[in-house]
């Protein structure tokens, strides 16, 4: 049980519209999300790749693989973050984005820290 303790990361999201490079009428909406990650375990951690299930309100599934995030492959010390901020394009004024990053631990453990669903929305649209 200890042992799981030491590879723990937590993933926080904030996400934003962006009128500006959205277009309504071509069912083009545009969203940021910034992403903090914190390693909250004992043992350091490099993020190695990030996979994203991104669905619209059509239920339309985007896979995305790849590796890093942004161009970087962070390697994180307990009680370190890291934080950037990407974007996605969806047909639907609504949608959601979950996933997970896979991490390799100092010692060479591998293992995953999951990203929880949230939503992207255009204001006014959810109550």
């Known amino acids: 049980m200890a042992d799981s303790r030491k590879y723990e990361i937590h993933v926080a999201v904030v996400t934003q519209y962006l009128e ?8 083009r909406y545009a969203f940021a999300y910034s992403i903090t990650i914190s390693n909250i375990g004992t043992v350091a951690a490099q993020l190695i790749s990030r996979h994203w299930v991104i669905t619209d309100a059509d239920n339309q599934v985007q896979e995305v693989r790849g590796l890093g995030v942004v161009g970087h492959q962070p ?7 890291f934080e950037y901020t990407s974007g996605c394009v969806l047909t639907t004024p609504v949608g959601s984005m979950k996933g997970s990053y896979q991490m390799t ?4 453990r591998q293992f995953e820290a999951p990203i929880a669903e949230f939503v992207l929305s255009m204001p ?4």
């Open 20 to 27: 500006d490079q959205s277009n309504p009428a071509e069912d």
């Open 75 to 81: 390697l994180l010390q307990p009680r370190q973050s």
């Open 105 to 108: 631990a100092e010692d060479g």
């Open 124 to 127: 006014r649209v959810l109550h």
